[in-house]
């Protein structure tokens, strides 16, 4: 398990360093230039148009999207 974490930090280590980040967009407002709507759900503790749960994350390069991130969205009514 420990090589697969090194495996893995070196991996993001290289990307970081190229340019490509990752996306962290966990209670942030959805926006449609950087997030792609997979489904709703109600949350009481979250406020409407929120991401609640990522389903793949999304990565940019020099500020440019690369990768939408893929997430549910909240929507109490």
Not at 19 to 43: C, P, W, Y
Request: net charge negative; with cysteine; glycine share 6%.
């Amino acid at each position: 398990i420990s090589g697969i974490e090194m495996t893995d930090q070196t991996f993001h280590q290289v990307l970081s360093k190229n340019g490509i980040q990752k996306l962290d967009v966990i209670g942030q407002k959805f926006d449609s230039n950087f997030h792609q709507a997979m489904t709703e759900r109600s949350s009481p503790d979250v406020e409407d148009g929120h991401v609640i749960e990522v389903y793949q994350t999304g990565y940019t390069i020099q500020d440019r999207l690369l990768r939408p991130a893929m997430v549910a969205v909240c929507k109490n009514s």
